[in-house]
Every structure is written in C-alpha cells, then in structure tokens.
C-alpha cells in the first residue's frame, strides 16, 4: 500500500516555470514506477510523465516533452516535476501515480497506476 502527498502547485503566468514535488509512502522496499497525470475542467484525465523504479526509463506526452522533466532522487525518495515555459493549456489538476506492477517501465496509460495522490492545482494566466 502506498500513500502519495503532492506539493508544489500554484498560480504562475504563462511563460513562467513551477516544480512539483510527489512524496510516496510505504512500508514495502518493493520499487515502483511513479508518474504524473493531469485533468482539466471538463476533460479527461491525461498522461504527462512518468519514470521508472531506477530513473533510468523516462516517458512524456508530446506536449509537454521539452518543456518538463521529470527527476527523482532514489528508488523511495521523491519525485519531482519540473515545468518550464508553462502555457495556458497546462492548466489543470496534476495528479501523481504509482505503478506497482511494472516497475521496470515508465507506463503511460492511466489503468497501469494502483495508486494517486489527491491532486494538486495548477493554474497559468497571461
């Protein structure tokens, strides 16, 4: 079982940059992949990157690929999202996610996560 805690989101102009922060908690020494998600009103939920147990596998969505990375310091430490040259159109909720299954890869589909945090809130004006 893993507990999940975000941190980080914000209000931040359009061209600015933001870092989110995704603490997991868990007795377990088993790995994870953990990855972040991202809803806007009236949308549905979609992937934007993820990162395997080990770092050593990344994966992005093509429109924030470039502009975001995504970083974590060890197999159980926290996972990070740094976000550059934000649009308008990355305002949503940012969800982090763990993936207990497959830790050897960095999934990008929402039904391969056991595991989401509450959400944090992520707002760009112009």
């Known amino acids: 079982q893993v507990q999940l805690v975000e941190s980080g989101g914000g209000l931040v102009q359009a061209g600015g940059s933001l870092r989110l922060s995704c603490v997991a908690s868990t007795r377990t020494a088993r790995p994870y992949t953990m990855g972040w998600f991202r809803q806007a009103p009236g949308k549905e939920r979609e992937f934007v990157a993820a990162i395997n147990w080990s770092g050593s596998k990344l994966e992005y969505s093509d429109s924030v690929k470039d502009r975001f990375t995504i970083s974590r310091a060890n197999a159980k430490g926290p996972m990070n999202l740094e976000m550059r040259s934000l649009k308008l159109g990355d305002t949503a909720v940012y969800y982090c996610?763990?993936?207990?299954?497959?830790?050897?890869?960095?999934?990008?589909?929402?039904?391969?996560?056991?595991?989401w945090g509450q959400g944090t809130q992520v707002t760009v004006s112009s």
């Open positions: 996610a763990v993936d207990i299954h497959q830790p050897w890869m960095a999934a990008i589909g929402i039904d391969d996560y056991d595991y």
